[in-house]
C-alpha cells in the first residue's frame, strides 16, 4: 500500500476520508486489505471534492459509482495485486461504456486532471477528431495513430464519445474516421504497446453495425471493457 501512495502517479495528498464516501464506499476490498482500502478511501474523497472544483459543488459520487471509479483508480495507480483480482489487464486500455449521462467523461476527465505528468493520457472527443479531419484531411488519422513529426508524438489517448461523430467526406472522399484510427492503434498496441482507452454509449453490437466486426473484435483485444448497466439514469436529469 505504501507502494501504491509513493509511486508518483498520482498528483494528491491524501486528506481525511468524508464520512459520505466512508458510507456508501462498497466493499471492494477484504478484510485484511485495511490500509489499502483506506488510501482508496482518501483518493475517493479528494476524487469528489475535485469533482465539485471543476463540476460544481452538488457533484457528488453515487454508490453506484463507486466500483467504476476505484477499478480505474486501480489501473491508473498500477495497482497490480488489485487488478488482477478486479481482471484488469494493465497492458490494455479502457473500453467505458454505458447510458447517456451516468459519469463516463467526467470520470476520465478527473483522472486527467489528478494523473501527474508523466502519467498523463491525451484526451479528445471523437467529433473533435471528426472536426479536425474536415478541416486537415487524412494527415488526422495520421496524427493520432502513428504521430506527426515536430506537432504530435505518439502516446496512449482517450476518445471520448465514440458513435457521437458521423461518417464525413473529404474532398468526395467518405471515411469512417474513427474505424481508421482504431484499427491502426490496435496495430500500434500489438507492436509497441501503446494504450488506447474509449468512452461510449454503443452497445457491443452497435460498435459492430458502425465501425465492422473487426473493430469489435480489436477493441476486446486492446481494451479492458467496464460495462455499466443500461438501466441507470441520466444524472443530468
Not at 484499427?183 to 460498435?207: P, Q, V
Request: proline fraction near 3%; hydrophobic fraction near 35%.
Amino acid at each position: 500500500a505504501n507502494q501504491i501512495l509513493s509511486s508518483g502517479n498520482f498528483c494528491w495528498a491524501p486528506q481525511n476520508t468524508s464520512v459520505a464516501i466512508e458510507n456508501k464506499l462498497i466493499r471492494i476490498f477484504s478484510v485484511g486489505d485495511t490500509l489499502k482500502n483506506q488510501i482508496y478511501q482518501k483518493f475517493l474523497y479528494h476524487f469528489e471534492q475535485l469533482g465539485r472544483k471543476k463540476y460544481g459543488p452538488n457533484y457528488t459520487l453515487q454508490k453506484e459509482d463507486l466500483s467504476y471509479i476505484v477499478r480505474l483508480a486501480a489501473y491508473f495507480f498500477k495497482d497490480e495485486a488489485k487488478c488482477k483480482e478486479l481482471d484488469l489487464d494493465l497492458n490494455k486500455g479502457i473500453l467505458l461504456t454505458g447510458p447517456m449521462g451516468v459519469g463516463k467523461t467526467t470520470w476520465f476527465r478527473l483522472m486527467q486532471f489528478i494523473l501527474a505528468k508523466e502519467h498523463k493520457f491525451y484526451y479528445i472527443t471523437c467529433r473533435d477528431v471528426n472536426f479536425e479531419f474536415l478541416r486537415r484531411g487524412f494527415d488526422v488519422i495520421e496524427k493520432y495513430t502513428k504521430g506527426l513529426p515536430n506537432e504530435f508524438q505518439k502516446c496512449s489517448i482517450c476518445f471520448d464519445d465514440l458513435g457521437t461523430e458521423n461518417n464525413i467526406k473529404y474532398f468526395g472522399n467518405e471515411c469512417n474516421v474513427m474505424q481508421e484510427i482504431l484499427l491502426t492503434r490496435y496495430d500500434l498496441f500489438m507492436d509497441y504497446g501503446y494504450k488506447t482507452h474509449l468512452t461510449t454509449n454503443l452497445s457491443a453490437s452497435e460498435i459492430e453495425k458502425y465501425y465492422t466486426e473487426r473493430v469489435r473484435s480489436r477493441l476486446r483485444k486492446m481494451m479492458n471493457v467496464l460495462a455499466i448497466p443500461p438501466d441507470r439514469k441520466d444524472k443530468r436529469c
